[in-house]
């Protein structure tokens, strides 16, 4: 009886275990660095994803901060997660972690970067930023000539994110500037500010229209920049005077395009739900040994352009967003 009592104990230990491996290897994590529309819909993306395909999904935000975006893989990779979804805070100082959580056994699917920084992940997913951009400066290039006399210099303020993450907040920039050269409209940068969260917009391009109060165009780089823009022309009673246009896409965005104060002009939306969602899909497809299209590439995810002119365009962007 008590060898039969033992033999029982050993087996339910030995279910037990291999039922908690196969939990572990049924949970992945995923990773934001901000909060805002844009993050909160990756994440959504993330979780839905995981939610098809049978996976728990621990969701993280690393607040811009890269010693909490170190913090957060190494506790992951002590927990034993499966695979992890992230967008990095830093092509050149998140890859180290990354890597290091990689050669301890966990998958690594990333986005909104460009693959060659971290080599080791199964594949980055994410809006191509001077391409997209490129598409709210052909929307600037109309709207200039049908504003502005022909060969008047236009004054312009950029609201951007180089100290954060310098390589999409440049190719943000130069995507929107290399429109206006191709149609050879003269411009001239008359500021240039950093600022990507909507409160610290606000300030900054009140700041700068204070400065600068000729300024005619501001173009935003992101969701926060372009929403604080906006407010603060509007803030500074210069509606009418100075126009704005801007990077990504949300609710909050489309009530700006639509607001009959007509600061804000065109924008481009990334669609970060879809982002988030192949994200994981790839990750998974990795964990459970399968291939797929785009393995260990950049794969870029189509930008969605809006307008304030284009009134059933901005109502079927809000009807992807369930509004």
């Known amino acids: 009886m008590k060898k039969f009592l033992a033999v029982l104990l050993v087996l339910t230990l030995c279910f037990a275990l291999s039922s908690g491996a196969l939990a572990a290897s049924k949970t992945i994590a995923g990773v934001v660095f901000q909060e805002d529309q844009f993050m909160k819909m990756l994440a959504n993306g993330y979780a839905a994803a995981a939610k098809d395909l049978g996976y728990e999904i621990l969701q993280a935000n690393t607040n811009n901060d890269q010693s909490k975006e170190s913090e957060i893989i190494n506790t992951y990779v002590s927990q034993g997660i499966a695979g992890i979804a ?10 180290a972690t990354l890597k290091d959580a990689s050669d301890a056994g966990m998958v690594v699917a990333v986005c909104n970067t460009h693959i060659d920084s971290f080599p080791f992940a199964v594949a980055n997913y994410s809006a191509d930023n001077f391409t997209f951009c490129n598409q709210t400066g052909k929307a600037a290039v109309d709207f200039i000539k049908k504003q502005y006399p022909a060969g008047q210099k236009i004054r312009i303020a950029l609201v951007q994110f180089k100290t954060q993450i310098p390589e999409q907040s440049a190719d943000r920039v130069n995507g929107f500037l290399k429109a206006l050269d191709e149609a050879s409209i003269p411009y001239e940068i008359v500021s240039d500010q950093d600022a990507w969260l909507q409160d610290m917009a606000v300030a900054k391009a009140g700041d700068m229209l204070s400065a600068n109060p000729n300024i005619d165009i501001i173009y935003a780089a ?8 906006t407010m603060a022309v509007e803030n500074a009673g210069l509606a009418g005077k100075v126009f704005v246009f801007g990077t990504d896409g949300s609710e909050q965005i489309v009530g700006l395009l639509k607001d009959q104060n007509n600061i804000l002009q065109a924008v481009t939306a990334q669609d970060p739900y879809q982002i988030g969602y192949k994200t994981v899909t790839a990750l998974v497809s990795h964990i459970e040994g399968k291939t797929f299209d785009g393995e260990g590439k950049d794969n870029i995810i189509p930008g969605i352009p809006l307008n304030r002119n284009d009134a059933a365009g901005l109502d079927a962007f809000l009807a992807t967003l369930g509004k």
């Not at 992230?86 to 890859?95: K, M, Q």
């Not at 992101?222 to 823009?229: A, F, K, M, Q, R």
Request: net charge negative; hydrophobic share 15%; aromatic share 0%.
């Open 222 to 229: 992101n969701d926060g920049g372009t929403v604080g823009s």
């Open 86 to 95: 992230i967008s990095p805070l830093n092509s050149d100082t998140s890859p």
